[in-house]
């Protein structure tokens, strides 16, 4: 069996603020050992569960948070940018299932940390068909494009909830329980850390035994509308080729597979300014 552990960082034990994710602010240095703790923990339970190979993509920021010294010898890690499926590159090596780990609640969401979809000063809203969907929903549905279920989330109870609206049935190990968007009740580090190994230990069990949650599927072809925070921010993502313009702040596109739906999607987001 081998599994992808996709792993955010604002859905980390103890992640309560954008300074302790910001690679220019000191606290940061002090959240890579945190993230790699985190990760430990999931690849432990993994592998007692049976998992053969493991795989990280490393999905924050400029996806070198992950620290390759401190990791698992187990596992392998998918690390800089930019890469073609970003948050889960490598989901497409043979993998049979996917973790994702320190997940957040998709932008505007009550009582989450961190809340956001993909950009914190960009992205409003993100629909694929018609359905709100943040990061969880975005990168399962690339899984699930490939017959790949996630079969695990942590964060906090928001993106737990969000998750199981995506994947009913998905393992969730809830490390904090938000208060807001920069506060949380989070649990002693050495529970945190126990919860994702027993967590991904049941998750790949489950998987084992043929009990998961199905793959998410999006119907073909994915019509991406993305809601922007400012009008000219539209205006440039509007020169994307394919793309209609709807209102002052959203655009709208279709695309042939999710694969293209992901990369329109962070093509649009990357020519934006903010
Ligand atoms: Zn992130």
């Known amino acids: 069996m081998k599994l992808l552990i996709a792993c955010d960082m604002e859905g980390i034990s103890g992640v309560v603020s954008w300074d302790q994710v ?10 890579r050992h945190i993230i790699t703790v985190d990760v430990n923990a999931a690849v432990a339970g993994a592998c007692a569960a049976g998992a053969k190979e493991v795989v990280i993509a490393d999905g924050h920021w400029n996806s070198s948070n992950v620290l390759l010294d401190e990791l698992d010898s187990r596992a392998h890690l998918n690390t800089g940018t930019p890469t073609r499926l970003s948050m889960v ?17 998709r932008a505007g969401s009550l009582h989450a940390v961190l809340d956001h979809t993909w950009s914190s000063v960009r992205v409003a809203n993100l629909w694929l068909n018609g359905r709100i969907t943040g990061e969880f929903g975005l990168n399962g549905a690339i899984c699930g494009e490939l017959g790949i279920p996630v079969i695990m989330v942590s964060g906090d109870q928001t993106v737990c909830a969000e998750a199981r609206e995506w ?14 968007r920069y506060a949380a ?3 002693p ?24 949650p199905a793959p998410i599927k ?7 509308t ?14 994307l080729p394919g793309a209609s313009r709807l209102d002052g702040r959203r655009i709208e596109f279709k695309a042939g597979t999710m694969v293209e739906a992901y990369l329109g ?7 934006v300014s903010a």
């Open 22 to 31: 910001d690679p220019s602010k000191p606290e940061y240095q002090r959240f």
């Open 89 to 105: 590159q490598g989901v497409d090596s043979g993998v049979d299932a996917a973790i994702f780990l320190g997940y957040h609640a």
């Open 226 to 239: 993305i809601e922007f925070f400012h009008s000219h921010m539209a205006d440039q993502a509007s020169l």
């Open 218 to 224: 999006m119907e073909t072809p994915v019509t991406v």
């Open 189 to 212: 580090f050495e529970v945190s850390r126990k919860l994702i190994e027993d967590t991904a230990r049941e998750a790949v069990s489950s998987f084992m035994a043929k009990k998961h």
């Open 265 to 271: 999607f962070r093509a649009a987001v990357n020519m």
């Open 167 to 180: 994947a009913p049935g998905v393992a969730a190990a809830q490390v904090k329980t938000a208060a807001g």
């Open 185 to 187: 009740h989070c649990l």
